[in-house]
């Protein structure tokens, strides 16, 4: 059974970090390139970040270029995500899953009713 576990949200203040963690199982993680999305109530989910199983070359959504870092282990099957100089609008729910970049945008490769099931999120609150 596929599974992604993240952790690491919290409630921050602005100008604040956090580092969330996924921890997957489940599937061969080592060949999955991996990313981060969030999803803040009333809007669309939103690609951040997306890390290639190949090479680790990473990409960023504009909003979080050069805040955000993602990172992975693949001897623990996790995902990393370090927010630096949050802002109020970095509010959401957070979900790793797997993706990949079209044309600059990171996108989910997954059903929605996959995403739905193989993840809870981790709620990421920051205060103005």
């Known amino acids: 059974e596929v599974q992604f576990v993240e952790s690491g949200g919290g409630l921050v203040q602005a100008g604040g970090s956090l580092t969330l963690s996924c921890a997957a199982s489940?599937?061969?993680?080592?060949?999955?390139?991996l990313g981060w999305f969030r999803q803040a109530p009333g809007k669309e989910r939103e690609g951040v970040s997306c890390?290639?199983?190949?090479?680790?070359?990473?990409n960023y959504a504009d909003s979080v270029k050069g805040r955000f870092t993602i990172s992975r282990h693949n001897a623990n099957n996790t995902v990393y995500l370090q927010m630096n100089s949050l802002k109020p609008e970095d509010t959401a729910v957070y979900y790793c899953?797997?993706?990949?970049?079209?044309?600059?945008?990171?996108?989910?490769?997954?059903?929605?009713?996959?995403?739905?099931?193989w993840g809870q999120g981790t709620q990421v609150t920051v205060s103005s």
């Open positions: 899953a797997p993706c990949v970049v079209l044309q600059t945008i990171v996108v989910i490769t997954i059903s929605d009713g996959d995403f739905a099931s």
């Open positions: 489940g599937f061969a993680f080592d060949d999955y390139s």
């Open positions: 890390i290639a199983s190949s090479d680790n070359t990473t």
